[in-house]
């Protein structure tokens, strides 16, 4: 094993040569050179991994009733220092808007996820950064650090 090794550190150029002639050989299993068309597809949706019948399929079921859907999205907002405050209202100010779409189930992020805080009552929910609506609907944003 360690010769087979040395070789494969010897000669990289040979191991390449012959990992593209291997992969060159499973091309007609993927691909239909005759009709033109590809062997394989890609299906994104993960409903099609689980089995319907089995336990995995019941919980698959549950969490699609929870959650609304099993399709969730991502949005990133690029800033310098993502809790200063004009970062903070302006994710606070797309979450809200993000949540107003039709079909939006939930939205989390730094301005809307709840977390446990002590207060003099016990402990409660509360935003993790502190965000509090004022009257004229803009935000005042406490500095959690």
């Given at each position: 094993?360690?010769r087979g090794?040395?070789?494969?550190?010897?000669?990289p150029?040979?191991?390449l040569?012959?990992?593209?002639?291997?992969?060159?050989l499973?091309l007609?299993?993927?691909?239909?050179?005759?009709a033109?068309?590809?062997?394989v597809?890609f299906?994104?949706?993960?409903?099609?991994?689980?089995?319907?019948?089995?336990?995995?399929?019941?919980l698959y079921a549950r969490?699609?009733?929870?959650?609304?859907?099993d399709e969730?999205?991502i949005?990133?907002?690029?800033a310098?220092d993502?809790?200063?405050s004009?970062?903070?209202?302006?994710?606070?100010?797309v979450?809200?808007?993000?949540?107003?779409l039709?079909g939006?189930?939930h939205?989390?992020?730094?301005?809307?996820?709840?977390v446990?805080?002590?207060?003099?009552?016990?402990?409660?929910?509360?935003?993790?950064?502190?965000?509090?609506?004022?009257?004229?609907?803009?935000?005042e944003?406490v500095?959690?650090?």
């Amino acid at each position: 094993m360690v010769r087979g090794l040395r070789f494969m550190a010897a000669h990289p150029w040979v191991v390449l040569a012959l990992a593209l002639a291997l992969s060159a050989l499973t091309l007609p299993s993927v691909y239909d050179f005759r009709a033109g068309a590809a062997r394989v597809s890609f299906e994104p949706a993960g409903d099609r991994l689980v089995a319907r019948t089995d336990e995995a399929g019941a919980l698959y079921a549950r969490t699609r009733r929870l959650f609304g859907s099993d399709e969730t999205m991502i949005i990133g907002l690029l800033a310098d220092d993502a809790f200063a405050s004009e970062p903070l209202a302006s994710l606070l100010r797309v979450s809200r808007r993000i949540r107003e779409l039709p079909g939006v189930h939930h939205v989390s992020s730094l301005a809307t996820i709840p977390v446990p805080r002590a207060d003099s009552d016990g402990i409660g929910f509360a935003p993790l950064l502190g965000l509090h609506s004022s009257h004229d609907e803009s935000c005042e944003i406490v500095d959690a650090r």
